[in-house]
Structures are given as structure tokens and as C-alpha cells.
Nanobody
């Protein structure tokens, strides 16, 4: 079955960086577009970034454009989200999604 496991979350100060990873198994990872979403307390889940099968095409929400970078390594069945210049409003649980599956999420807290 589809398994997506996020890692790399944690507590970081404003202006800092984190790199999230999403390890995928149970499906043809290299044939699937992949996405990152996030959900802040009391808010709906929102799309953060999308990457196509070979990583040649990406999309970013306006709120993260220029600060976040989505990438993937099809040889490792892993997707990444490099997050720079983090802001308190980036605090959320970050989820990866692909092949109609979801990970369990990883918590990102941006606070001084």
C-alpha cells in the first residue's frame, strides 16, 4: 500500500532553515506528481508546493515563493522541501501527498 513518511520538522527561529523529506513506498514514485501541504492550528490544509514526475516543473503558493524549494530524488523515492527564511506564519504540520496517499505529517514551529 502507499506509504509516505515525512521527517525533518522541528523548532527553528525566524529567519532559519529546515529541510523536510518525504520517503515514499508502495507505488511507482517516479510516475507520480508529488505535493507538500501544510495545516496551521485552526486553519484549513493548504497547498504549499507541487513537483511533477521528473522534477522539471514546480508550483509554489505565493506565501512561500522565493523561500521554499521543492525537489525529488526518484532513485531514492524521496521528495524534499527546503525551507529558508522561515517566518512564524510558516508554523504548521507539513504533509506530503502523492498517488492519492498522505503522510502522517511533521510539525514545524517557527518561534524565537
Amino acid at each position: 500500500q502507499v506509504q509516505l513518511v515525512e521527517s525533518g520538522g522541528g523548532l527553528v527561529q525566524p529567519g532559519g532553515s529546515l529541510r523536510l523529506a518525504c520517503a515514499a513506498s508502495g507505488f511507482a514514485f517516479s510516475s507520480s506528481g508529488m505535493s507538500w501541504y501544510r495545516q496551521a492550528p485552526g486553519k484549513e490544509r493548504e497547498l504549499v508546493a507541487v513537483i511533477n514526475t521528473f522534477g522539471h516543473s514546480t508550483y509554489y503558493a505565493d506565501s512561500v515563493k522565493g523561500r521554499f524549494t521543492i525537489s525529488r530524488d526518484n532513485a531514492k523515492n524521496t521528495m524534499y522541501l527546503q525551507m529558508n527564511s522561515l517566518k512564524p506564519e510558516d508554523t504548521a504540520v507539513y504533509y506530503c501527498s502523492g498517488w492519492n496517499g498522505w503522510g502522517q505529517g511533521t510539525q514545524v514551529n517557527v518561534s524565537s
